[in-house]
């Protein structure tokens, strides 16, 4: 039987060791769906997997990580996939409880899979995954609750990040005004190349400590950090204004009640994983490949060869990494 390169987590004495090793097809987990892998990106969750952070990876045997795939169906024991067909697989339990992307093959549910619209290559797929259906999402849901460009700028909170990146670019591309609020002074050039018309830097945004900001001139905001930048970003829009909830880089928050009481504010919790119905990520993944489709995927991403995936992981937990991460996974993958 044919062999093929994975990356797989074991936990040995209870660490983890990551290691590339041949596996053939009978040893990586089973699926009605047979995708042979083109692409895969590098996220928080996974670098968490590769280092045992927060345990989310399963113990009891090896598991080839890797939360998000673009690929084309090898094979399908499933109606509603045929061979060439090109799709997409983020979250569910790949990378996690099921083998995932980092492999030449992954085999999954069938309704774990995305087809990709006509309009985004496999490469662009990987630009945006995970984070760019939950940028999409939230641009989604702040929408529908009314937020219109007239309304005023759109804050992004962990700016430079997969997800911050990727709406600060879907936003600024259907007429939004955005504020990048970033922890990284040298990567201002870098935020207005992609959309940001303001960059507010993290410690002068968290200085003013009011309940609620005189002058709040924000309609809307994403955040992507959590913790007391909610509270921040919460006392910095204006009446009637929205904000997005994506991030838990910081869980626990202390808030004040007076904007939502005294102002209005609506909040949206935002979510991606197996809550977020087909349906509905088909609907946001042809957005993605629409109005919502980045103009800037050659600045915003990192192409990475497979090899060199274990010693990236770390720079996400530095907070050095900027943009996405994609890890060209077959050599020949096509862009
Ligand atoms: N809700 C969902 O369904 C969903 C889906 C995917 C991801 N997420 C979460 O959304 C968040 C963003 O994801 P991502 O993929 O964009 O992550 P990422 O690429 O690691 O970026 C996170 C960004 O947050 C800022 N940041 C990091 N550590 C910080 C700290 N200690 N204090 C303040 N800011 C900090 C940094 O931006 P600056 O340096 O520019 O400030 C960093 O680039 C993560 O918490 C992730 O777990 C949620």
């Known amino acids: 039987m044919e062999k093929f390169k994975a990356f797989r987590v074991h936990t040995i004495g209870d660490k983890p060791v990551c290691r590339f090793e041949q596996l053939t097809m009978d040893e990586i987990d089973d699926g009605p769906v047979v995708i042979k892998v083109a692409y895969s990106a590098i996220t928080y969750k996974d670098a968490m997997a590769a280092r045992g952070v927060g345990r989310n990876v399963r113990t009891d045997r090896p598991c080839v990580t890797g939360v998000d795939l673009s690929g084309t169906v090898v094979q399908s024991a499933d109606a509603r996939f045929k061979a060439g067909d090109r799709v997409a697989v983020t979250n569910y339990q790949l990378g996690?409880?099921?083998?995932?992307?980092?492999?030449?093959?992954?085999?999954?549910?069938?309704?774990?899979?995305?087809?990709?619209?006509?309009?985004?290559?496999?490469?662009?797929?990987?630009?945006?995954?995970?984070?760019?259906?939950?940028?999409?999402?939230?641009?989604?849901?702040?929408?529908?609750?009314?937020?219109?460009?007239?309304?005023?700028?759109?804050?992004?909170?962990?700016?430079?990040?997969?997800?911050?990146?990727?709406?600060?670019?879907?936003?600024?591309?259907?007429?939004?005004?955005?504020?990048?609020?970033?922890?990284k002074p040298e990567q201002s050039d870098y935020l207005k190349n992609i959309g940001a018309s303001k960059i507010i830097l993290r410690d002068d945004f968290m200085r003013d400590s009011a309940p609620m900001v005189s002058g709040a001139y924000l309609a809307a905001a994403l955040d992507n950090v959590g913790g007391q930048f909610l509270d921040r970003l919460c006392a910095n829009v204006k009446p009637y204004g929205k904000v997005a909830i994506a991030g838990m880089v910081h869980v626990d928050t202390h808030m004040t009640v007076l904007p939502f009481v005294l102002r209005s504010v609506d909040i949206l919790g935002i979510n991606v994983s197996r809550q977020l119905q087909m349906p509905e990520r088909k609907r946001l993944w042809n957005r993605m490949g629409a109005d919502l489709k980045p103009t800037k995927s050659d600045v915003i991403a990192k192409v990475i060869p497979f090899e060199d995936l274990d010693r990236t992981m770390d720079s996400f937990f530095n907070i050095s990494t900027v943009g996405r991460v994609v890890v060209e996974v077959t050599e020949q993958a096509q862009r």
Do not use: C
């Not at 996690?96 to 980092?102: E, P, S």
């Not at 992954?106 to 774990?112: F, G």
């Not at 990709?116 to 490469?123: E, K, Q, R």
């Open 96 to 183: 996690t409880m099921h083998d995932g992307a980092y492999a030449d093959y992954a085999r999954v549910p069938a309704e774990w899979v995305v087809p990709l619209p006509d309009t985004l290559s496999l490469f662009d797929a990987m630009v945006l995954g995970t984070s760019g259906l939950t940028a999409a999402l939230a641009i989604d849901r702040l929408q529908k609750a009314g937020l219109k460009p007239e309304d005023g700028p759109v804050a992004i909170s962990g700016a430079t990040g997969g997800v911050g990146s990727l709406a600060i670019n879907m936003l600024a591309n259907i007429g939004y005004e955005v504020v990048a609020i970033s922890g």
